[in-house]
RNA sequence: GGGCCCAUAGCUCAAUGGUUAGAGCCGCCGGCUCAUAACCGGCUCGUUCCUGGUUCGAGUCCAGGUGGGCCUACCA
């Protein structure tokens, strides 16, 4: 278990301020990284920011800045996001940086060597937001909506490439070898599915714009993002380097280290498949692992600028404290899954697992029994009952079953079990009634009970230490105990019953999760701008939905009116039709929309209607579709029409001759 | 079109092929009173999506179907 760890999060693209999505990747490598530190492990944990590209450089231009001092002004504040959440990186890096960039200049030297680098020509949809060439058919499912946002537009440069397409073979190979590379599984098959088609050699630089690290050697190019930012993860520890040369890469990115990347799903496909490629073309050991997590829904919604539910980490934690939100964003969401981010169900669990579950058991114990019994010193344990050494058993097996899950990255499964012990605790205290032994008189039997008590509450100190950092320090504190040092070497995670001193201090202090009251929970919400109808009702969160709110919420699965009218629909007259070449189900039209000239539009319905058929016939027709190249031919619409087995595809048609460009409703 | 994943209580989710399918939340009833209106106990709610099959035994494995999510592809 000495392995040495490196755990990393996606570096964080500058052209966006931190929200909450960002505090839940960074947050969940954190409790990874602090409890690999309490385990003695070597634990190194890096976060950064993405700083080149395009879309920088046409944001600053916009702004009249100069790129760089654009990227000075938006990194900063992810920094101070995830300083305050109490994120304990080890190292920040950011992309233009000159250690970085050096080492990115470095890498692209070694794959040129290597002979995976040549220069060709590229032409295809550019997607100016994603920095990134998207499929003539990713270009046709997408919605203009989704164009105009993503920026797309056509290209063609002249472009470096890699030779990815050398590397299926290898990938796989390499997936065979190392079946729990991507987590979790259902992505891994997709990742592998993807592979398994064969893949096309990949453009690495780009010409049409200059806020990049430049091609050595061809200051024309400047390097593709993705091969830029994927390689933070080596430069930050100063590779790609010889043995000897990098102390923390010889550490950090070696054969007995674990190297664990964690990333949100939309970019599982660049970690999971170009890195691993380029590094086997450095010939560079891949990482160990890649954790794609899913996405959050905010009160049941998609997260959006635009709908005011955009939610930054900054409010919560004012509101909170980071210690509750991280909790929240910990245990309320299955990693791996997507989740729900809702401020009521964050109050629920702070109400019943915090405040009344943890919080209450410290208290009752140490501002009240211990206080009044043993003058606020830990009393000395007695002879052990049978239901003493059911407690001791519950905060082995809570030990146990954190770490086992916390292994496996799984951190709420991991507050699951620690929460067993939190709840075991407050039942033996309630069976054991220390308050009758009091009045009794048993003043030993009560110093055992209550040394059980203290001692299960400084296992949870640690225990919750990965998640909640500060609330350990602070519940140790009300022990008597100093906060947790990690040592390299050294294991802290609990193991041995009774560490605890007889005769230390406690100190006695205020609720560690103070409950909210409903009336401060009403102000609470209203100060972080939540309203009612948004926030899930507790014990029923919402599920995902799709629908924007409206004043009536629209029934699951339905729409509202106004986004039906989204859709234009017209009445076309089909001028003309004739099959396309070389393609079994093309027919193109020229149809009349009413408007100046007709529109070409290209259906799938040769197998079913010779075209000459179609002539004359009015047909159904989306006006508003954006325009799609098929098979080099451009469609300005589409024709509605259903189809079954058995009667195979039918037009839908109008039966009178209702002029042409009428709209359909 | 091809592929992957999922479907278990009102909600969120558990259950190496092996008793009577569990937990938390919500709801209802009761107890206790050290404690933050906290804590503890009990109860209600299941055709484990459907139909077949394999097996001594299926929530779990297999086939088909239905519904949902996702990946992918020259279906608008």
């Given at each position: 278990?000495?392995?040495?760890?490196?755990?990393?999060?996606?570096?964080?693209?500058?052209n966006d301020r931190p929200h909450i999505g960002h505090a839940y990747s960074t947050v969940a490598a954190d409790v990874l990284a602090r409890y690999a530190r309490l385990r003695g492990r070597p634990t190194r944990f890096l976060t950064g920011t993405d700083e080149h590209g395009q879309k920088i450089e046409d944001r600053a231009k916009e702004l009249g800045k100069d790129p760089q001092a654009?990227?000075?002004?938006?990194?900063?504040?992810?920094?101070?996001?995830?300083?305050?959440?109490?994120?304990?990186?080890?190292?920040?890096?950011?992309?233009?940086?000159?250690?970085?960039?050096?080492?990115?200049?470095?890498?692209?030297?070694?794959?040129?060597?290597?002979?995976?680098?040549?220069?060709?020509?590229?032409?295809?949809?550019?997607?100016?937001?994603?920095?990134?060439?998207?499929?003539?058919?990713?270009?046709?499912?997408?919605?203009?909506?989704?164009?105009?946002?993503?920026?797309?537009?056509?290209?063609?440069?002249?472009?470096?490439?890699?030779?990815?397409?050398?590397?299926?073979?290898?990938?796989?190979?390499?997936?065979?070898?190392?079946?729990?590379?991507?987590?979790?599984?259902?992505?891994?098959?997709?990742?592998?599915?993807?592979?398994?088609?064969?893949?096309?050699?990949?453009?690495?630089?780009?010409?049409?714009?200059?806020?990049?690290?430049?091609?050595?050697?061809?200051?024309?190019?400047?390097?593709?993002?993705?091969?830029?930012?994927?390689?933070?993860?080596?430069?930050?520890?100063?590779?790609?380097?010889?043995?000897?040369?990098?102390?923390?890469?010889?550490?950090?990115?070696?054969?007995?280290?674990?190297?664990?990347?964690?990333?949100?799903?939309?970019?599982?496909?660049?970690?999971?498949?170009?890195?691993?490629?380029?590094?086997?073309?450095?010939?560079?050991?891949?990482?160990?692992?890649?954790?794609?997590?899913?996405?959050?829904?905010?009160?049941?919604?998609?997260?959006?600028?635009?709908?005011?539910?955009?939610?930054?980490?900054?409010?919560?934690?004012?509101?909170?404290?980071?210690?509750?939100?991280?909790?929240?964003?910990?245990?309320?969401?299955?990693?791996?899954?997507?989740?729900?981010?809702?401020?009521?169900?964050?109050?629920?669990?702070?109400?019943?697992?915090?405040?009344?579950?943890?919080?209450?058991?410290?208290?009752?114990?140490?501002?009240?029994?211990?206080?009044?019994?043993?003058?606020?010193?830990?009393?000395?344990?007695?002879?052990?009952?049978?239901?003493?050494?059911?407690?001791?058993?519950?905060?082995?097996?809570?030990?146990?079953?954190?770490?086992?899950?916390?292994?496996?990255?799984?951190?709420?499964?991991?507050?699951?079990?620690?929460?067993?012990?939190?709840?075991?605790?407050?039942?033996?205290?309630?069976?054991?009634?220390?308050?009758?032994?009091?009045?009794?008189?048993?003043?030993?039997?009560?110093?055992?009970?209550?040394?059980?008590?203290?001692?299960?509450?400084?296992?949870?100190?640690?225990?919750?230490?990965?998640?909640?950092?500060?609330?350990?320090?602070?519940?140790?504190?009300?022990?008597?105990?100093?906060?947790?040092?990690?040592?390299?070497?050294?294991?802290?995670?609990?193991?041995?019953?009774?560490?605890?001193?007889?005769?230390?201090?406690?100190?006695?202090?205020?609720?560690?999760?103070?409950?909210?009251?409903?009336?401060?929970?009403?102000?609470?919400?209203?100060?972080?701008?939540?309203?009612?109808?948004?926030?899930?009702?507790?014990?029923?969160?919402?599920?995902?939905?799709?629908?924007?709110?409206?004043?009536?919420?629209?029934?699951?699965?339905?729409?509202?009116?106004?986004?039906?009218?989204?859709?234009?629909?017209?009445?076309?007259?089909?001028?003309?039709?004739?099959?396309?070449?070389?393609?079994?189900?093309?027919?193109?039209?020229?149809?009349?929309?009413?408007?100046?000239?007709?529109?070409?539009?290209?259906?799938?319905?040769?197998?079913?209607?010779?075209?000459?058929?179609?002539?004359?016939?009015?047909?159904?027709?989306?006006?508003?579709?954006?325009?799609?190249?098929?098979?080099?031919?451009?469609?300005?619409?589409?024709?509605?029409?259903?189809?079954?087995?058995?009667?195979?595809?039918?037009?839908?048609?109008?039966?009178?001759?209702?002029?042409?460009?009428?709209?359909?409703?």
């Open positions: 278990m000495n392995k040495s760890f490196y755990v990393t999060t996606p570096i964080y693209y500058v654009f990227v000075d002004e938006m990194s900063p504040p992810f920094r101070q996001a995830f300083e305050e959440l109490d994120c304990s990186f080890d190292d920040y890096i950011r992309t233009t940086e000159p250690r970085h960039e050096r080492k990115v200049a470095d890498l692209w030297k070694i794959l040129e060597a290597r002979g995976d680098i040549y220069l060709g020509s590229y032409e295809g949809w550019y997607a100016v937001a994603d920095e990134a060439y998207i499929t003539e058919l990713e270009y046709r499912d997408m919605s203009d909506e989704e164009k105009a946002k993503r920026k797309v537009e056509r290209k063609q440069e002249e472009s470096y490439f890699f030779r990815l397409s050398k590397y299926t073979q290898p990938l796989l190979d390499f997936y065979e070898k190392n079946p729990t590379f991507v987590q979790p599984e259902g992505r891994f098959n997709e990742v592998k599915a993807f592979v398994r088609e064969g893949l096309q050699d990949l453009s690495i630089s780009r010409t049409s714009f200059r806020w990049g690290i430049p091609v050595p050697g061809n200051d024309a190019h400047v390097i593709y993002v993705w091969l830029d930012a994927l390689t933070n993860y080596i430069s930050a520890l100063g590779g790609p380097a010889a043995p000897g040369e990098s102390e923390l890469f010889d550490r950090f990115w070696a054969p007995n280290a674990e190297v664990v990347h964690i990333v949100g799903k939309d970019i599982l496909r660049f970690h999971a498949v170009y890195w691993p490629a380029f590094l086997l073309s450095a010939g560079i050991a891949p990482p160990t692992q890649i954790w794609a997590h899913g996405w959050l829904t905010i009160n049941g919604e998609k997260m959006s600028k635009r709908s005011g539910n955009f939610i930054p980490p900054g409010p919560l934690v004012e509101a909170f404290g980071a210690d509750v939100l991280r909790y929240y964003l910990m245990r309320e969401v299955g990693f791996g899954q997507d989740g729900d981010f809702a401020h009521r169900n964050l109050l629920a669990r702070y109400n019943g697992e915090l405040a009344n579950g943890l919080g209450n058991l410290l208290n009752r114990m140490v501002r009240s029994i211990v206080r009044r019994s043993f003058g606020g010193l830990v009393p000395t344990p007695a002879n052990r009952e049978p239901e003493d050494e059911a407690l001791i058993a519950a905060a082995q097996k809570a030990a146990q079953e954190s770490a086992r899950h916390l292994d496996a990255i799984a951190p709420h499964r991991s507050l699951d079990a620690v929460w067993e012990l939190v709840a075991a605790a407050n039942r033996y205290v309630d069976q054991t009634a220390p308050w009758a032994l009091a009045k009794e008189g048993k003043t030993e039997r009560l110093g055992q009970v209550a040394y059980t008590v203290l001692e299960s509450l400084r296992w949870l100190s640690v225990l919750i230490a990965p998640f909640m950092p500060a609330k350990s320090v602070a519940l140790r504190a009300q022990l008597g105990l100093g906060p947790l040092e990690p040592e390299e070497g050294r294991d802290a995670w609990p193991a041995a019953w009774g560490e605890l001193t007889p005769g230390t201090p406690t100190a006695p202090g205020e609720p560690l999760f103070p409950r909210i009251d409903a009336k401060q929970e009403k102000a609470l919400l209203a100060r972080l701008g939540v309203g009612t109808a948004g926030a899930a009702a507790p014990g029923a969160p919402a599920k995902k939905s799709k629908q924007k709110s409206t004043n009536e919420p629209p029934k699951e699965g339905t729409i509202p009116f106004d986004r039906f009218l989204d859709v234009e629909l017209k009445v076309g007259l089909i001028l003309a039709a004739e099959a396309v070449p070389k393609s079994d189900k093309l027919v193109k039209l020229s149809v009349d929309l009413g408007e100046p000239g007709p529109r070409q539009i290209l259906a799938g319905i040769r197998p079913h209607y010779a075209p000459e058929a179609l002539v004359g016939q009015r047909v159904v027709v989306v006006a508003n579709l954006a325009p799609r190249k098929i098979m080099g031919l451009t469609s300005e619409g589409m024709v509605l029409a259903a189809s079954d087995t058995e009667h195979g595809l039918s037009v839908l048609s109008l039966d009178k001759a209702i002029a042409p460009g009428t709209r359909v409703s």
